[in-house]
């Protein structure tokens, strides 16, 4: 067969092959079509599950400050509304009349939080109560004696088993303490490495070992990072279990290799000639590193540690090992002290039975994402506004 | 825009060196104070540990203390029986929890190993009830099985003309005619969970003695027979029953096994199965008429007490009629309360702080 194809079949050929760039060019709009797709719809879900949860069911009732209610803290509401008050509520109220003393023998009409059934019904979803109930809080709501208030409590408090009365807030200072551990260990320590690595250290087969370590570090499931921080920092150095402070240095373990990968790219980027000029101009190799090669890495430097730290604030695993899944309401005021993060918070709200849990479980998910994006476009930010071109 | 960046590089690094400093200070301190008071107190606050059955009453009683006195709220770890047991049995002292949670009886080895391991004192409570619901979608009818049936249903082996043979059932009614005609689908709980323990020990360790084929083919081991068919009739869930809740909503043919407090809350679009003839609700489930319940429990170590400070109060407010009563908050959030005689009875072993000795756990 001659080596020279006839026109008709070259066409053909021709053809044929701009059939399928033509088909190629349509699969990817359809995968990026669908990856949008599953965003837009995954965002939506949660948003609109979420919404419900800013606003709080609250009722206006008439409490009276009798002697009984220091024993019987429900006595202080009209018998058929007892269900209809939250126990958050209830309970607190014989600790308000010993600081308030003058409260006693008064009777005063309030704006209180409603039990999560009420809260549910008046938002129009499945509740627990009874015809007779619903009939009760739909007189009270005819009669402008409900609302739905801003839940600023979602935002100011720690976590409860009663959903009306569970907020973020344990959660949110627990992750920053854990965030903020994570990056002065992993940060200076990553790009130290890195730049030893990248700059000073000899090319021998230690080094290589090293190298070859840290990419597989990068890799390996975050549980068994979790496994060495129960076994080193908890069981060995004795740091206390659940505390942020052993939460911060096991994530911190998981974003070192990460910060160094990230590091040492951005380290490579900048180029051979600018070193060798400063070099030239007799400035001693740890100058060059200091004033030169560093400062013009930091944004690739920084985006890589921000990316570290947005995986490490959505981890969940490690934290499960060393007890950071835990019913932990306050915020702790000291690194040493036990606390919990967001994803072990929206873990725990999303495995409760108590259905009202949903929309705070979604609202938590909220939250999540909303700080995660923010970290991510600073990390964008940062490398558009500092970064130089060669 | 170098300087700066620069700049920031070293508050960062000095930023480091001084928290490094603040940690190291703080833990020098609490060494420091707890050293000579380490005879009164061992910690400020109180850590609990165990089953997540358990976990949400527990915190509860703890938030409870945590907001209505000046203790401070214990922490409530949820690890499973297990893990709990591994926890506290691991010795006394400020890192050792102080309570672990159960959704099963302590075992006399854990015990074994509480008393090895330094302890004087471990005291029981027995907080009430947990009912294994076999759940449906609620607009079915009624579903009634015995408990030898659900064995069949999920059994990997079953027996056929004096022998055992790999489940060949994918119907109901292939099990017994007079079951409806619905495809065998069972969301279940995975080998790793207390609630599939539970499921073994009350639903095929039962019905096992049902079917002398067992003992001829598997001789002794019979009576522990806990193989749980592979194929797609069950369904291995993870442990987030809400999941399952969400596909027996969607799917009608589905069953699910899980917590009664879940079927509880999800009564306007679930129903329980009706086991042996009786129904999973409250009443039937505290009086073990209800077939598929099991015990929920609290180990303390009376060894801190008085050395954590909240520790008998948490306790006492736990066992109080007010959370654990046949009316208490607990109730409302799915634990089915022990009867009369046997809440006393748990309570008393409770306040007087009876020793649990090995020789009468199993």
């Given at each position: ?148 208030a801003p839940n600023w409590d979602f935002f100011t408090k720690g976590d409860s088993k009663i959903p009306e009365a569970a907020g973020i807030e344990a959660a949110v200072v627990g992750t920053v303490y ?89 380290i490579r980027a900048v180029p051979e000639t600018l070193r060798h000029g400063a070099l030239a101009l007799g400035a001693t190799p740890w100058q060059v590193m200091w004033n030169l090669v560093l400062p ?95 | ?165 790999p489940n060949p059932f994918k119907n109901w009614k292939e099990i017994d005619p007079t079951l409806p005609d619905r495809i065998i689908l069972i969301y279940g709980p995975p080998a790793t969970s207390g ?168």
């Open positions: 067969m001659s080596v020279f194809q006839t026109d008709q079949s070259l066409k053909a050929a021709t053809r044929r092959r701009l059939a399928f760039e033509k088909y190629f060019q349509w699969c990817t709009r359809i995968a990026i079509a669908l990856a949008a797709g599953f965003l837009v719809y995954f965002l939506f879900t949660i948003g609109g599950m979420a919404l419900p949860a800013f606003r709080q069911g609250q009722l206006l009732v008439e409490i009276s400050y009798t002697e009984d209610v220091l024993e019987m803290p429900n006595y202080a509401v009209p018998e058929e509304y007892e269900f209809f008050v939250s126990h958050e509520f209830l309970r607190q109220l014989p600790l308000r009349m010993q600081e308030h003393p003058e409260l006693l023998g008064t009777t005063a009409q309030e704006w209180v939080l409603a039990a999560a059934d009420v809260d549910q019904l008046l938002k129009g979803k499945a509740h627990r109560l009874d015809a007779e109930q619903v009939r009760l809080v739909q007189e009270l709501a005819a009669t402008g004696h409900t609302r739905l854990v965030l903020v551990i994570t990056l002065l260990l992993s940060f200076p320590v990553g790009v130290a490495s890195a730049i030893y690595l990248e700059e000073f250290a000899p090319d021998n087969r230690l080094t290589q070992l090293i190298e070859v370590n840290i990419n597989n570090l990068a890799a390996i499931p975050s549980i068994i990072y979790g496994l060495l921080g129960l076994a080193i920092f908890i069981n060995l150095l004795g740091i206390l279990r659940s505390s942020s402070l052993v939460g911060g240095i096991t994530l911190a373990l998981m974003t070192l290799p990460v910060i160094i990968i990230s590091t040492r790219a951005a013009l890495a930091m944004p690739g430097i920084l985006t890589g540690t921000i990316i570290g730290l947005a995986h490490a604030i959505g981890e969940t695993a490690p934290l499960l090992i060393v007890g950071m899944m835990a019913y932990i309401p306050e915020a702790p005021s000291s690194v040493l002290e036990a606390s919990t993060v967001l994803p072990a918070q929206i873990y725990t709200w999303a495995s409760d039975s108590q259905r009202a849990f949903g929309e705070r479980t979604a609202a938590g998910i909220l939250v999540l994402l909303v700080v995660l994006l923010s970290m991510n476009a600073l990390a964008i930010y940062l490398r558009n506004r500092f970064e130089k071109r060669w | 825009m170098r300087s700066m960046l620069t700049a920031a590089l070293c508050a960062l690094l000095a930023a480091t060196l001084l928290v490094a400093a603040l940690v190291a200070d703080a833990m020098l301190a609490s060494t420091v104070v707890t050293s000579p008071a380490q005879a009164q107190t061992l910690r400020d606050q109180i850590r609990i540990v165990g089953s997540s059955t358990v976990f949400p009453f527990s915190s509860f009683v703890a938030e409870e203390l945590g907001k209505t006195t000046s203790f401070r709220t214990p922490v409530v770890e949820s690890t499973g029986s297990g893990g709990g047991f591994k926890l506290f049995s691991a010795g006394v002292g400020t890192e050792t929890p102080d309570i672990t949670n159960s959704s099963r009886r302590i075992k006399k080895s854990e015990l074994e190993t509480c008393y090895a391991n330094g302890m004087t004192s471990v005291v029981e409570a027995r907080i009430g009830f947990d009912g294994i619901a076999i759940a449906q979608n609620g607009k079915n009818p009624d579903f009634k099985v015995s408990l030898e049936q659900l064995f069949l249903a999920v059994a990997e082996k079953v027996p056929s003309k004096g022998t055992l043979v609630t599939r323990d539970a499921f073994v020990e009350l639903v095929m360790h039962k019905a096992v003695k049902s079917f002398p084929e067992y003992e001829q083919v598997l001789g002794k081991d019979a009576k522990d027979y806990s193989a749980i068919r592979q194929d797609q009739a069950y369904v291995p869930s993870g442990e987030n029953d809400n999941l399952i809740v969400q596909k027996l909503v969607q799917d009608k043919n589905a069953f699910g096994i899980f917590g009664y407090s879940f079927l509880e809350e999800n009564k306007d679009r679930l129903k329980g199965a009706v086991v042996n003839g009786v129904k999973p609700e409250p009443k039937t489930v505290s009086s073990g008429e209800y077939p598929i319940s099991r015990s929920l429990f609290f180990y303390i170590k009376a060894d801190h007490i008085g050395k954590v400070p909240g520790l008998k109060e948490y306790v006492d407010l736990f066992m109080s009629e007010k959370m654990i009563g046949s009316r208490g908050l607990l109730r409302r959030i799915g634990l089915i309360p022990l009867p009369k005689d046997q809440l006393e009875q748990a309570r008393r072993n409770v306040t007087t702080l009876k020793r649990l000795d090995p020789a009468d756990v199993k």
